[in-house]
C-alpha cells in the first residue's frame, strides 16, 4: 500500500514520534505523514464531536485542578458547575464554546496542530495546541509560559454517545464524562 511504501521511506531518512497523530513526522521533510496518506480522516473522524454535549459526572477533578494550580475559589466552582459545551467544525476551523447557565465562559477557536494561546478564567496564560490520533483521540496539550504554571494534557473520545475527557497535569489525572445532548 502507498502507506507502507512511506513508512519505508520514513525508516530509512529517520524519524521521531509525530505528536499525537503520527504514525510519524519525516525528518527531512518535516511533513507529517499521516495527514498525507489519510487526508480527510481527520475530518471524518472530527465529526463526531460536533454537537452540544453535558457534563453527566467526573472524577479527581478536583485534585486535577488543585495540582494545576488553579485558584481555590475557581476550584469550588468547577466542582459544583455542570457545563455545557458547544463543538463545531467548519472546514477544519474548531470551535469549543463552554457555556455554563447560557453564559460563555471559555472559547477555544482553532485548527489542528496549530499553536494559540490561551487566557484562562483564573487569570493564567498558556500555549495551547490540539491534535488528532489517527483513532480519532481529540488532544489537547496546554504548555506553561510562566514558570510557575504546569504543562496538562487533555484526551478526549467519543464512545457511544459520550465524550470522554482524561485531564493530566504532574502525574494527577481527572476524569469528566459528557452526554451528547444536541
Known amino acids: 500500500t502507498a502507506f507502507a511504501a512511506i513508512s519505508l521511506s520514513v525508516d530509512q531518512c529517520g524519524t521521531n514520534r509525530c505528536r499525537g497523530h503520527g504514525p510519524f513526522i519525516c525528518s527531512v521533510s518535516n511533513t507529517c505523514l ?47 458547575l455542570r457545563p455545557q459545551i458547544v463543538i463545531t467544525n467548519y472546514g477544519g476551523n474548531w470551535k469549543f464554546v463552554t457555556e455554563v447557565v447560557g453564559t460563555t465562559t471559555l472559547t477555544y ?18 500555549h495551547y495546541a490540539f491534535t488528532m490520533s489517527r483513532d480519532g483521540r481529540l488532544i489537547q496539550y496546554r504548555t506553561k509560559i510562566d514558570p510557575n504554571d504546569r504543562d496538562s494534557t487533555f484526551e478526549r473520545y ?13 502525574g494527577v489525572i481527572g476524569k469528566r464524562i459528557f452526554q451528547k445532548i444536541g
Do not use: H
Open 34 to 80: 499521516e495527514k498525507a496518506v489519510y487526508p480527510n480522516r481527520q475530518q471524518q473522524l472530527g465529526q463526531r464531536y460536533v454537537g452540544r454535549w453535558q457534563l453527566i459526572q467526573q472524577e479527581n477533578y478536583v485534585q486535577f485542578l488543585q495540582a494545576e494550580g488553579v485558584n481555590p475559589i475557581s476550584v469550588l466552582l468547577a466542582d459544583q
Open 158 to 170: 467519543i464512545t457511544g454517545d459520550k465524550m470522554i475527557c482524561i485531564c493530566e497535569t504532574g
Open 109 to 126: 477557536d482553532f485548527y489542528l496542530d496549530g499553536d494559540y494561546i490561551e487566557n484562562t478564567v483564573d487569570g493564567r496564560s498558556l
